[in-house]
């Protein structure tokens, strides 16, 4: 591969698979003023954070690339539900800011759109899971130290098929971690109809619209275990909610306030984990919405991320 610049982001698509890269910035090369935190074009969350890294964190705390390793680590973004690009780019650039590599992917498991998934759809994912892998040799990463940070359930079940075939197959990958934003649940139907509410109030559906798709989550939920028999169907929370065997270390972040993963679910993951004697760290946040914990606290959620990664390049320190 040619050389590059630190900052520079590409998006490639290849078939189905979108995804974008946001390359990290060297310790030498980091921004010193806001003025080029502005040319980041990014939301103030982002923006704090990035200032977090430049601070607090530059001394001490920040990867120092080539210190540790010879070849910066490269962390893949997989986004949550309505994510876009641009909400997963405030994450990169913390990254950046961290001297480490980012891959972005929103994936689409269920091809109606919904949380449920058919035996057509597991076999686009497997595909999609693939190429999702290789884009590391793809761009002569291969061998760098590689990380995961997912958000919500959909951004979960995503990635427990990416470390399912991971276990059985690990690519000559050197997984170092994974981080757990605001995931996984359990498939249950308080879940989805909170999840419906929110989606409603986020378009804009009339009180009618929305009891019909109450209704609709109803009926395919009561539904959902005949045609997981009969038909080979599975759902999103079913996916999220698989055991966590991957021997890498783990940190969860999520918080008390969010009403779309119950933190008890979240903390059932952790022990499941720990009773297998498989590392699982985790931060509660007291009071930030779901997947809003960097723009809630912005230096906190950065601490913790960077610290993380920091502590799995030093594995003696997990």
């Given at each position: 591969m040619g050389e590059r610049d630190s900052d520079e982001e590409e998006c490639a698509e290849d078939g189905e698979l979108?995804?974008?890269?946001?390359?990290?910035?060297?310790?030498?090369?980091?921004?010193?003023?806001?003025?080029?935190?502005?040319?980041?074009?990014?939301?103030?969350?982002?923006?704090?954070?990035?200032?977090?890294?430049?601070?607090?964190?530059?001394?001490?705390n920040v990867i120092p690339v080539g210190d540790y390793h010879a070849k910066e680590p490269v962390i893949f973004l997989i986004g949550w539900s309505g994510c876009l690009d641009k909400h997963l780019a405030k994450y990169s650039l913390m990254y950046?800011?961290?001297?480490?590599?980012?891959?972005?992917h929103i994936p689409r498991l269920s091809s109606g759109g919904g949380w449920f998934i058919t035996p057509a759809d597991m076999t686009r994912v497997g595909h999609d899971v693939t190429r999702f892998l290789e884009i590391l040799?793809?761009?002569?990463?291969h061998e760098n130290p590689v990380f995961f940070h997912v958000f919500s359930n959909l951004g979960m079940a995503f990635y427990s098929q990416v470390a399912a075939t991971l276990l059985h197959s690990p690519h000559g990958l050197d997984v170092r971690g994974a981080i757990f934003d605001s995931c996984p649940s359990q498939p249950r139907l308080s879940v989805m109809i909170n999840y419906v509410m929110v989606q409603a109030e986020i378009e804009g559906h009339s009180l009618l619209r929305l009891v019909l798709r109450i209704i609709t989550a109803l009926f395919c939920a009561f539904s959902l275990p005949v045609a997981s028999v009969l038909?080979?169907?599975?759902?999103?929370?079913?996916?999220?909610?698989?055991?966590?065997?991957?021997?890498?270390?783990?940190?969860?972040?999520?918080?008390?306030?969010?009403?779309?993963?119950?933190?008890?679910?979240?903390?059932?993951?952790?022990?499941?984990r720990r009773a297998r004697n498989l590392s699982a760290v985790s931060k509660m946040f007291p009071d930030s919405a779901h997947v809003a914990h960097l723009r809630k606290y912005p230096e906190e959620y950065t601490s913790e991320c960077v610290a993380f990664l920091s502590k799995c390049l030093h594995p003696q320190t997990i």
């Open positions: 979108e995804y974008s890269i946001t390359f990290g910035t060297r310790r030498s090369d980091y921004p010193n003023s806001e003025d080029e935190a502005e040319d980041a074009n990014t939301s103030n969350a982002a923006d704090s954070a990035a200032a977090a890294a430049r601070g607090a964190f530059r001394i001490d950046r800011a961290a001297g480490v590599t980012s891959i972005r040799t793809d761009l002569d990463l038909l080979g169907y599975t759902s999103i929370p079913t996916l999220a909610s698989s055991p966590r065997l991957e021997p890498w270390p783990t940190l969860y972040l999520y918080s008390k306030a969010d009403v779309l993963i119950p933190s008890r679910d979240v903390e059932t993951s952790i022990k499941g």
